[in-house]
């Protein structure tokens, strides 16, 4: 057990709608790191978040958007949906944005 | 742009034997490498990583891997194999900040009775 939890485990959505995703780091970690993983990408990095503040996107689509909380729990928000947004979102968390991180057990989407 | 080649797709290896993972990695500036593994199921776990100094470093689990810069590789190594090593491996690359890492499309590792 790596400290960081997400929910949900699992996400069953239709075309076009909305979903949040949650991360909550480990205690005292102030950096959250978003990836996808999917079959046809592999593993993306997708933004990182600095105690609050944005620190880096990566191949983050426009539809996506994240945040981290005063309390640095994150939330990853997308919109839209497409099929191909089916994926593993993982979240991972770190002391400083140096650090090792440590991942959280994933969100499985689905979009059908 | 940076990016990382592995290889082989999927290994299979007798348990007791040794294993090599072979990583090469495309960095403009001093690489941060990483060798994480993903077990079904599961978030990634770090096995071990390279910043500086000694070339030959050590993991948990046993693996240890080895920085060549003249070759742009970081192969992964354990000198035998357990049936629980059974699991996905991704090599990554990335900046001193954990930005921006970019992961390797991982080799599946089956181990044989």
């Known amino acids: 057990d790596s400290g960081v939890t997400q929910t949900p485990k699992h996400l069953i959505t239709a075309t076009g709608q909305r979903v949040t995703l949650r991360c909550s780091p480990r205690?005292?970690?102030?950096?959250v790191y978003w990836y996808q993983q999917s079959l046809d990408q592999g593993l993306q990095f997708l933004i990182h978040y600095y105690n609050g503040e944005e620190r880096a996107k990566g191949n983050i689509l426009e539809r996506f958007s994240a945040q981290q909380f005063p309390d640095l729990h994150s939330e990853l928000n997308l919109s839209s949906l497409e099929l191909g947004d089916s994926a593993l979102y993982f979240c991972?968390?770190?002391?400083?944005?140096?650090?090792?991180?440590?991942f959280g057990p994933g969100t499985r989407l689905t979009v059908t | 742009a940076q990016s990382v080649t592995q290889p082989d797709i999927h290994i299979t290896v007798s348990e007791g034997a040794s294993l090599e993972l072979r990583c090469n990695y495309s960095?403009?500036?001093?690489?941060?490498l990483f060798w994480y593994v993903q077990s079904p199921g599961q978030g990634l776990q770090l096995l071990l990583k390279?910043?500086?100094?000694?070339?030959l470093v050590q993991g948990i689990k046993g693996f240890e891997a080895e920085f060549k810069r003249s070759q742009s590789s970081f192969n992964l190594r354990k000198p035998s194999v357990h049936w629980s090593d059974a699991a996905e491996y991704f090599c990554?690359?990335?900046?001193?900040?954990?930005?921006?890492?970019?992961f390797g499309a991982g080799t599946r590792l089956t181990v044989k009775p």
């Open positions: 390279y910043f500086s100094g000694d070339t």
């Open positions: 991972a968390s770190s002391e400083r944005y140096s650090s090792e991180q440590y």
């Open positions: 990554a690359v990335g900046d001193k900040n954990n930005n921006d890492m970019r």
């Open positions: 205690s005292g970690d102030l950096s």
């Open positions: 960095y403009g500036a001093t690489p941060y």
